[in-house]
């Protein structure tokens, strides 16, 4: 089994591997939230397979190591490939959910569309790890001088920090806010349905319940599990309409919404450049107080759904933060009230989620950029290219009988002056691609030129558009793009 077919092995497998965990952690969710029997029944919240904080806590030190590589010579650029993959897939993937959700909406479950939203998540919970499985060259390399690509990442990294830092500051201010000015719930009756809510999801988590006339909506409040609270506005509610806002809070508490609701600002923080990632996250915070009227709504009758459309009417109100409510602000409403009062059945989409956490993981290293533009014999570093030894492998020949290629044959370039004379002077541009040395890559190639250069420790390879530097020997490596393809044929008649 050659390299290349063991890679693609690994890399199917690898996404086959993470397509049936999110299938099967979605399904064991949604048994343990309808109530039914499942092999981990002694669980007590329902958050699909992997915390969303996971992504954010990785990305972070992701961060920090391409900061702290900026002193490396090669390091901010390789350090700096895997974050450009993270981007460009939150933008895209992003994008692509936000314009197909109304045909999503309209087959699968809401909380189906939620749990769509999470596939960054379970892509990049690895990060290393799947970002070094590269199998292949990109299919696209785009050109930016050095200067503006540092420049663009710092405006980047200055607008991603701005963003969070006011984010958490809004969600830290107002969590204060809510806290300094409430008071606990001390009706034995409201405090009756609260816990019989509890009791009813098997929720084990100590969660407060206070009022507070700094709200217009019910919501919740509380990144970790123990200082999580529930506020309620103060006014007074039915039995019958606090068993419903009781129920999607619950509900939200045993997702761990308020964690998704912190990685959803943080996706927006990291693709703030991109307008409709603003627009997607808006969307995915909707899905999540959909879902929640989903559950609460399971099996209800049309005067209950009526009781909880005209709920969500009265109690329309804006939260701040990484806090979930059962109403956002009316502009929201419309969707969520038909949703409510119609009741369709839906498909839950076991087979959706697999599919698109399947193809997600071939979607890495397809767009690549490269900097510093250069001449070969810079790239090389020395003034001249002098080649004192170059061999060519090639395995274009077909044998009379085969159409596929033949096993490839090693040839020594003769004329080792012209084929210096010919490289001098080539302009290359440095790869910011997490490219592995001695990965399978070259092996998709038919032609591949190696060569030594005279008096120095360099060697390097040429295959298709790239060319491969180990400055010293193989203890270090360095990909370029080549501006111009290389005139293979003529390189062929210096063997």
Known sequence: MSDLTYSYILRIFWALFLAIMVAAAFRVSWKLEN????????RTDTTVWIDPVIFVVLLIMHLTLVLISYVRSNGFTYALSPLIDIFLFVSIYFTLLLLLLPVLRSHYTARTCATLWLIPVFLFYQPYMVSNITIE??????????????????IWLAGFLIILAVQVASHLSFSRELKSDSRPVEDPAVIHLWDRGMKKIRLNVPVKLRFSNRISTPLTVGMRKKHKITYLPEKEYTEEELKLIFSHELHHIQRNDTHTKFFLKFCNALGWPHPFVWLAVKRAEEDLELSCDEIVLKDADSERRRTYANLLLTTAGNSRGFTTCLSASAKTLKYRMKETVKGKQKRLGIGLLFLVMFLSCFTLGKIAFATDRMEMAEAMRVEK??????????????????????EPTSAEIKDVNSLSDYLSGRQVEKMVYNYQPGSPIQEQEDLILYGEIESTDVTFSIFGEYMEIYPYGYTDHVLYHITEPLDWEYIRTLV
């Open 137 to 154: 060259l990109p299919y696209a390399v785009f050109y930016i001088p050095g200067n503006i690509m540092k420049l663009l990442f710092g």
């Open 35 to 42: 109530g039914k029997k499942t092999m981990e029944n002694a």
């Open 385 to 406: 290219i002098e080649i004192s030894r170059a061999s060519l492998n090639d395995r274009t020949d077909k044998t009379a009988d085969e159409e596929k290629p033949s």
